[in-house]
T-cell receptor
């Protein structure tokens, strides 16, 4: 199992450019998440998908769109990149579990994005 | 006010000592809590989760939860230089599978 994979690992954009960050998991997880991490801010939820075919906004959704392409893949799109979107982006997934009190999030390796 | 608060540190501890990390949360509906360790440039990895009041021990790590006072803590016994990392506290809300993270505490273990 590759776990959670993300592409690309690094990206530099100019203001106004668009790009899509890709995330895939091979663990048959239902729920997938996109976070951004800025220094001293911890992880902030951008969007999540509780199951295939559904997506919901998180804490900081402005400037982003998402697509849950199938159960494995969850992509994050920046339509018009801004310097404020310079950050490290993490994708995560959660396994299906009947134990509602415990659900470990498995994280991808991250994408380091710089917007000039 | 952020929902999950942590002291950003750095928390400097000598090798072999106990590192004590604290986390407070504002939502009484939180069901469970997680401690993640994140090395510089890497993704977070889960070290502990806790959902019942009291202590939970796993190796050198002990998580403590006090729902009445709305805090959760992590103790690292016999701290090693390899424990130097940022530790993120997270709460799982009663509704849905979302986690809310604190800003993290940076720990430095000095030989």
């Amino acid at each position: 199992n590759a776990g959670v994979t993300q592409t690309p690992k690094f990206q530099v954009l100019k203001t106004g450019q668009s790009m899509t960050l890709q995330c895939a998991q091979d663990m048959n997880h239902n729920s997938m998440y996109w976070y951004r991490q800025d220094p001293g801010m911890g992880l902030r939820l951008i969007y999540y998908s509780a199951s295939e075919g559904t997506t919901d906004k998180g804490e900081v959704p402005n400037g982003y769109n998402v697509s849950r392409l199938n159960k494995r893949e969850f992509s994050l799109r920046l339509e018009s990149a801004a310097p404020s979107q310079t950050s490290v982006y993490f994708c995560a997934s959660i396994p299906s579990s009947s134990r509602l009190t415990y659900n470990e999030q498995f994280f991808g390796p991250g994408t380091r994005l710089t917007v000039l | 006010q952020k929902e999950v608060e942590q002291n950003s540190g750095p928390l400097s501890v000598p090798e072999g000592a106990i590192a004590s990390l604290n986390c407070t949360y504002s939502d009484r509906g939180s069901q469970s809590f997680f401690w993640y360790r994140q090395y510089s440039g890497k993704s977070p990895e889960l070290i502990m989760f806790i959902y019942s009041n009291g202590d939970k021990e796993d190796g050198r790590f002990t998580a403590q939860l006090n729902k009445a006072s709305q805090y959760v803590s992590l103790l690292i016994r016999d701290s090693q230089p390899s424990d130097s990392a940022t530790y993120l506290c997270a709460q799982r809300m009663a509704a849905g599978n979302k986690l809310t993270f604190g800003g993290g505490t940076r720990v430095l273990v000095k030989p």
